[in-house]
């Protein structure tokens, strides 16, 4: 013991006594911010260290000698230093630490209103990057939506968690924005998808869970935002060309066409700094020769006078053309001001209903497709300014323009004002809190006949609102988030509607990369001018109008967790929440005899916006995003998610409408399956999975896969109709039950591609969707896309 004592002292006296030097610093973040507590030590011994105070400042004194530094915090990335202590010497350093959980590019972006890193959020988000959106030959954005975790793109409608069932796109129940401006068609409701410029995408913000207060009305269930990107100090130039297939149905007899069903494009964008100014152009131009065909009629029917179309009228065109332009002010430092424009004409068509459940499926019922001309466009002038204490307020205008011209004298036109003032910054004046706050106002003129529901073809219907949020980071663990809007609606003049709504939730960092969070939030949507006022008969099917249907709103309660991790080669990250949320006034699109009519079917039965009650949907939601190191140039990315629903009626003998035969509407008596109280058009599991391998940076291969498991619950009245029709023999036959009945499992879609990179300026790809040819349905009378195969090349010149 005595020995050990002595070599003990004699250790720490050579020290004592030894020359010395002295070393300062300080530990901060990549944004500047001081980081508190960060260990600073000798990596060869922890006797001579020190932690960095509340100013990220430290101060250690070391013998002359050469050592390496470690500096630690939790949560960051470890750095090593080398310093040489010379006698009497000071040496001061400057210590960057990066976040650890900087180990995905999914997670090295800033996200929300704040541009805070994902894990910091305390609301579920998924986050897309444009790797994914051109590997899949995105020609409308939609398309690659699909393949994220709890969000489902349903005939063009999205729905997230099984927030909704199916409203043929009416009325959406999530955001739909563009830079955080709303692209929801203002009398509809309707997302544009081939509208977005996909060529020009930084990334994609789902969030999951009511989210109203900030995204604002219709975002019920949660909101998409679509980020632009900017251009970088490189210009940056890029063309995409595509041509390619469908395959012919995998159903005898399908067929419907003898040409060739050729889809083909081109996209381009521009982008560049130029001294003061930033200019983006972009554009779309697609060919596509459609999957539905024309209706056919049996003999003995009433004759189709409003669906007799050929095959070549099937053919969808579209193009498309944007800019962005901005400049910034060099005399007043932090001024910027611009203007975006989006340009889009294209002729399509819209089919609700197949023409059988066997060779017809890929025709349309009489009656029941429209031929669709539209001219959509924006301008959106703006103007931002950041001072030097770090506020910045930002003034976005916007008028958007849609005019759809539609056979049947379905004809429609909305213009849209819209304007948006935000003012964001870290009050520092009590407490340090970052605040986001502003107000909205969003004015809609509608002019369509369809719409005389109101007493007229003239609508309008403004929107006033006043938004705030706080958000207050504690100990550098804890996040905590208020925050409220204020909503005011007015329809012609005579509704009116004011509601406040709330959400708060918070964000606590365990561990290095293990963080728990908790939200609660309400959203709030008025009904479009569609839903209130559309008057309309096509063929068999009329559409009535309900001009005392009431608003919906919804609550979302949640908690989940976020665990990053390293194990060998693999980085990744594991999401998990549960959530409760439920609905008030829910909006359904009904089936009915709404009016005594002997003159038409069409002016008789129909479908109906109505107001059916209270609902709940529960469930849990996972996600798995991450990389394999697979060799010295190799690497797996992958992202999948899961997700469970349990979407059940709160009032099943609620009695929410009586249509002209006395029939009372309840959920009870309007389900095909009541015994569970599943909500109808629902899919209570989701699985889906992208995968794609690269090697040496050139070669790429990827796999897609999407389940969707058996619709549960319907609406009764498709049986009853499908009886009608065939006990009437002037009315063609509408049959889906014996598919309905036959298909009672789930569906697998699989997609592929492949890419090679012959330099850094061509790219070559193959790019396969539902690769097995499947014929498959995911909601009534309305058939998938059977296998396309295209070939894609693209050219990038330039960029950072």
Known sequence: MKYLLSILLLTTSSFIFAQTGRITGKVRDLQGEAIVGASVFVKTTQLYGANSDENGQFSLELPVGVYNLICRMDGMNNDTIQINVTENGLIELDIPMEEISTVLDVVEIKVGKFDKPLEDQTVSMEVLKPKLIESKNTRSIETVLDQTPGLNILDGEPQIRGGSGFTFGVGSKVAVMVDDMPMLSGDAGRPEWGFIPVENISQVEVIKGAASVLSGSSALSGSINIRTAYPTATPLTKVILYSGLYSAPSISGAKWYDDTPLISGATFLHSRKQKQWDLVFGGNFNYDHGYIGPPVSDSGVWADTVSNFTN??????????????SRRDKKIKGLQYGVNGNFMIQETNMALAWLNDTNGLYRAYPGAIFLQKQLIFNIDPYVTYSSKHGAKHSLRTRVFRTVNDMSANQSNQATVLYGDYQFRNTLKQIISVDFVGGITAQHTHSYANIYVGSGRPVNQLLNLSAYAQAEKKFWK???????????????????????????????FKVHKATFLRASYGQGYRFPTITERFIKTGVGNFGVFPNPQLKPESSWNAEFGIKQGFKLGPVMSFFDIAGFWQEYQNTIEY???????????????????FLNTGRSRVQGIDASLAGTINAGKKGELSFLCGYTYIVPKTLTPDYRYAQDSLNTVYTYNATSLDSASRILKYRFLHNLKIDMEYTLAKKLSIGFSAKYYSKIVNMDRVIKDFEELTQALDFMQNLRYMDYFNSHRHGNWIFDARISYLLNDKHRFALIGSNILNKAY????????????????????????
């Open 590 to 608: 009904m089936f009915g005899f709404w009016q005594p009519s002997y003159t038409s079917m069409a002016n008789a039965v129909g479908f109906k």
């Open 777 to 800: 349905s995911l909601r009534p009378l309305k058939v998938e896309p059977p296998r396309t195969v295209m070939l894609q090349y693209t050219l990038k010149l330039g960029g950072d």
């Open 312 to 325: 070549k009228q099937m053919v969808s065109k579209r193009a498309r053309l944007n800019f962005n332009i």
């Open 477 to 507: 663990r804890l996040t905590i988030s208020v925050g409220g809007r204020l909503e005011y609606f007015q329809l012609n003049d005579t509704v009116t509607a004011l509601k406040p709504i709330f959400r708060a939730g918070s964000n």
